[in-house]
């Protein structure tokens, strides 16, 4: 399957992204997540929601302004990010996982994913 990301732009300290991720092929019973990368440091976990629970874990650093979402019918995960951070900077990919459950400590790990997308940059100026 192949996952296309997009939404990401330039925006200003405290100001709102959406990002939405759709897939080629079925999320039904995936689980989709958001990881991030930015430059000079290891990708890191942001959100994700699961195939099988119908939950949805976040990262403590972004917990209460991003939220992750789902539509299984459109084969779409969406990230919503409110109240951006310099910090917040970086690329960011959506992945999909044939692991629909296990909480966050499987679903943070990147190796629990199968299928990534390309990518894309989010930048929060000062």
């Known amino acids: 399957v192949q996952l296309q990301a997009s939404g990401g732009g330039l925006v200003q300290t405290g100001g709102s992204l959406r990002l939405s991720c759709v897939a080629s092929g079925t999320i039904v019973a995936y689980s989709v997540a958001w990881f991030r990368q930015a430059p000079g440091k290891r990708r890191e976990f942001v959100a994700a929601t699961s195939g099988r629970e119908r939950k949805s874990y976040y990262t403590d650093v972004v917990k209460g302004r991003f939220t992750i979402s789902r539509d299984n019918d459109k084969n779409t995960v969406t990230l919503q990010m409110n109240s951006l951070k310099t910090e917040d900077t970086a690329v960011y990919y959506c992945?999909?996982?044939?692991?629909?459950?296990?909480?966050?400590?499987?679903?943070?790990?990147?190796?629990?994913?199968?299928?990534w997308g390309q990518g894309t940059q989010v930048t929060v100026s000062s």
């Open positions: 992945a999909r996982s044939p692991y629909g459950s296990g909480g966050i400590s499987t679903l943070s790990e990147s190796g629990k994913y199968d299928d």
